[in-house]
């Protein structure tokens, strides 16, 4: 189904805490986003989810992934590309659209 979860459905989407990563987790390297990044933590959002103040790390160096689910069309094999759906801001003349 295309349809956002019942959970993001609700108007108030509050996204769960990061989760670390356990010490077996990492000793088979499920904490690696490539062969050169890896990351602390952890959050699952699901399709449709809004996210105002993504969760970030606690202390300088501590990266935190946030999952989001997307929807594809399987007969055209389409998809909204996620990354039209980002907002950021690092300064000015950055941002995204929708």
């Known amino acids: 189904s295309t ?3 019942p959970i993001v459905q609700a108007s108030n989407y509050i996204p769960p805490p990061a ?7 990492i000793s088979r390297n499920a904490h690696h986003v490539n062969r050169q990044t890896t990351v ?3 959050v699952k959002h699901p399709l449709g989810a809004i996210v105002e103040y993504p969760e970030t790390g ?3 160096g501590q990266a ?3 999952i989001f689910s997307i929807s594809a069309n399987y007969i055209t094999h389409k998809f909204d590309n996620p990354k039209a759906s ?3 801001s690092f300064g ?3 941002g995204g659209r929708k």
């Open 19 to 25: 989760r670390q990563f356990t010490a077996d987790e």
């Open 58 to 60: 606690s202390v300088m």
């Open 92 to 94: 000015d003349g950055h």
């Open 40 to 42: 602390n933590a952890i």
């Open 64 to 66: 935190i992934a946030h």
């Open 86 to 88: 980002f907002q950021y």
């Open 3 to 5: 349809e956002p979860s």
